[in-house]
């Protein structure tokens, strides 16, 4: 299958998430547009709930040698209350090239 065919089907899941994230997983070729659209609003935020807080995941995504989301981060909604936090996650995305 054309590499542009696989693209365009996968645009046109951009809202379903799972699909996305399925997509994903198929193959190499696959990952980078379902990363562009699962990542190109991205919510980094360090509330109390262990199944809400994503800052320690997102600083450690970022810092492996192998992390590769931040040059497809478009958009970033910081809802951090730790100053300590708050300082490391700007440091990384000032490398994100992509923010606008």
Not at 38 to 49: A, G, L, P, S, V
Request: with cysteine; net charge negative; charged share 20%.
């Amino acid at each position: 299958m054309p590499p542009e065919l696989i693209e365009n089907i996968l645009d046109f899941v951009h809202d379903d998430p799972e699909s996305l994230y399925a997509a994903s997983l198929v193959c190499r070729a696959w990952v980078s547009t379902p990363r562009y659209h699962m990542f190109h609003r991205t919510i980094i935020r360090d509330i109390e709930d262990p199944f809400q807080e994503n800052v320690t995941s997102f600083l450690s995504l970022c810092s492996s040698p192998h992390g590769t989301i931040l040059p497809v981060i478009r958009c970033a909604i910081l809802c951090i209350h730790h100053a300590e936090k708050l300082i490391e996650v700007i440091k990384v995305l000032a490398h994100a090239e992509s923010l606008s």
